[in-house]
C-alpha cells in the first residue's frame, strides 16, 4: 500500500470502535497490524444471499425498470444470481446491510445494484474464470465506508462546502480500512475495490489519483456511476433517463475515464431489443438533457493538512449516523 494515502478523518466501526485515528498513513505495516487480528482469529462467516432480505432484494432490483431490461435475458440472470450464492462474508460485514438499509435505503439498493450489474458487465468482459471469481469477491461493499460519512453530509440537498466535499470523499479510504480489517487481508479485492471505486483509467480520480488498471474496479465503477445517475437524489428531485445517462457515460468514456468497452457492455444491455441487431453502438448524437435542478457540483478529495481539515475529525456520534445519498454523478463521480 502506497504510504501517500492518509486518512483525514477517523475510521469507526458499527459499535463505534475507532480502528484508525485522523492522519494515519496507510502504510504496508499499519495494514499489516490492522490484519492481524482477523488472520489469527477470522471472523464467523455466512453466505451472503442468506442474510436477511438480501436475495428477495435483489429479485426485486430485477423486476424494477431499467433494470428488468438489463437484466430480462433469463439464463444470463440465472448465471448472475447463481454466483451471487457463493459469496460469503464475515458476519460483522452482513451486519452493514441490515445497518444500510434501517439508515439508508438509497445505499443498500445502491450496493446490491451495483453488485448485480458488475456481475452482469463481467460475463462480457471477463474471459479468465479465476479472474472473474475475483469480480464476485469485489463488488458487493464498495460503499462501505460511507459508514464513516455524517448523515447530514450525505442527506445535505443544497451543494456542498469544501469541509463538507472531503467528509464525503472519506468513503473510499474508510471502506478499504474497514473491508481490510474484517477481511484480514488488505489485498482482498472488495478492499480493493471499495478504495479504488473512485479512481479513474486517466488519472481524474480519487483519493490517490492514479491510473486505474484494475479491470475488475473500473466494471465496478462504470456500474456505479450509472446506478447513481439514473437514480433520485436528495439534491437532484429528478433522475437522468437511461439515455442520457449513457450518454453522460460515453462522454466519460471519450474522455478516459473508462474504457469503452465497459460502457459498450452497459449499452447493450441497456438497449431496446432490435431485429437484426445483436449489438448495440455508440451514438455522438447527444439527445439527451440533464436534469433540472441538479445542485451537485463535484468533490473535492479531503487532504488531513488542508485548511478545512484542521477543525473537529467527525465519524462519531449523531453526526457519524448513516445518510441516504452517494453522489456518483457528472463533473467527477465522488
Known amino acids: 500500500m502506497e504510504s501517500s494515502l492518509?486518512?483525514?478523518?477517523?475510521?469507526?466501526?458499527?459499535?463505534?470502535?475507532?480502528?484508525?485515528?485522523?492522519?494515519?498513513?496507510?502504510?504496508?505495516?499499519?495494514?499489516?497490524?490492522?490484519?492481524?487480528?482477523?488472520?489469527?482469529?477470522?471472523?464467523?462467516?455466512?453466505?451472503?444471499?442468506?442474510?436477511?432480505?438480501?436475495?428477495?432484494d435483489l429479485q426485486r432490483i430485477f423486476?424494477?425498470?431499467?433494470?428488468?431490461?438489463?437484466?430480462?435475458?433469463?439464463?444470463?440472470?440465472?448465471?448472475?444470481?447463481?454466483?451471487?450464492?457463493?459469496v460469503t462474508f464475515p458476519q460483522p460485514l452482513l451486519e452493514f446491510y441490515r445497518h444500510f438499509k434501517i439508515h439508508d435505503p438509497y445505499d443498500y439498493w445502491h450496493i446490491l445494484t451495483v453488485f448485480a450489474l458488475s456481475l452482469l458487465l463481467a460475463q462480457d468482459l471477463i474471459d479468465d474464470r479465476k479472474e472473474l471469481a475475483r469480480e464476485v469477491l469485489a463488488?458487493?461493499?464498495?460503499?462501505?465506508?460511507?459508514?464513516?460519512?455524517?448523515l447530514a453530509v450525505l442527506t445535505k440537498r443544497t451543494p456542498l462546502d469544501e469541509p463538507e466535499q472531503e467528509l464525503l470523499s472519506h468513503h473510499a479510504a474508510a471502506g478499504y480500512v474497514l473491508l481490510s480489517h474484517y477481511l484480514g487481508d488488505s489485498e482482498h479485492p472488495a478492499a480493493i475495490t471499495a478504495r479504488d471505486h473512485h479512481e479513474r483509467c486517466n488519472g481524474s480520480g480519487y483519493p490517490r489519483g492514479i491510473t486505474l488498471q484494475n479491470r475488475i474496479v473500473e466494471i465496478v465503477a462504470c456500474g456505479d456511476v450509472f446506478d447513481a445517475l439514473i437514480s433520485q437524489r436528495p439534491y437532484r428531485?429528478?433522475?437522468?433517463?437511461?439515455?442520457?445517462?449513457?450518454?453522460?457515460?460515453?462522454?466519460?468514456?471519450?474522455?478516459?475515464?473508462?474504457?469503452?468497452?465497459?460502457?459498450?457492455?452497459?449499452?447493450?444491455?441497456?438497449?431496446?431489443?432490435?431485429?437484426?441487431?445483436?449489438?448495440?453502438?455508440?451514438?455522438?448524437?447527444?439527445?439527451?438533457?440533464?436534469?433540472?435542478?441538479?445542485?451537485?457540483?463535484?468533490?473535492?478529495?479531503?487532504?488531513?493538512?488542508?485548511?478545512?481539515?484542521?477543525?473537529?475529525?467527525?465519524?462519531?456520534?449523531?453526526?457519524?449516523?448513516?445518510?441516504?445519498?452517494?453522489?456518483?454523478?457528472?463533473?467527477?463521480?465522488?
Not at 139 to 149: I, M, R, Y
Open 63 to 86: 423486476q424494477k425498470p431499467p433494470y428488468n431490461r438489463i437484466f430480462s435475458d433469463p439464463a444470463r440472470t440465472k448465471e448472475v444470481f447463481e454466483t451471487m450464492q457463493r
Open 6 to 56: 492518509q486518512l483525514c478523518y477517523p475510521v469507526l466501526t458499527l459499535d463505534g470502535e475507532e480502528l484508525l485515528p485522523a492522519g494515519t498513513y496507510l502504510t504496508k505495516e499499519t495494514m499489516e497490524e490492522l490484519t492481524r487480528p482477523a488472520r489469527e482469529r477470522p471472523f464467523p462467516v455466512k453466505q451472503l444471499l442468506e442474510y436477511g432480505s438480501i436475495a428477495s
Open 139 to 150: 463488488s458487493p461493499s464498495h460503499d462501505f465506508g460511507k459508514l464513516c460519512v455524517p
Open 237 to 334: 428531485p429528478r433522475s437522468y433517463n437511461v439515455r442520457t445517462a449513457l450518454e453522460e457515460m460515453t462522454l466519460q468514456a471519450e474522455q478516459g475515464a473508462f474504457g469503452l468497452d465497459v460502457v459498450h457492455a452497459l449499452i447493450n444491455h441497456c438497449r431496446e431489443p432490435i431485429p437484426g441487431q445483436t449489438e448495440g453502438k455508440f451514438s455522438h448524437e447527444k439527445r439527451g438533457a440533464s436534469p433540472s435542478g441538479n445542485l451537485y457540483r463535484g468533490v473535492k478529495p479531503c487532504r488531513f493538512d488542508s485548511p478545512c481539515g484542521q477543525g473537529e475529525r467527525q465519524g462519531s456520534g449523531e453526526s457519524g449516523k448513516l445518510g441516504g445519498w452517494d453522489p456518483e454523478t457528472p463533473d467527477g463521480e465522488p
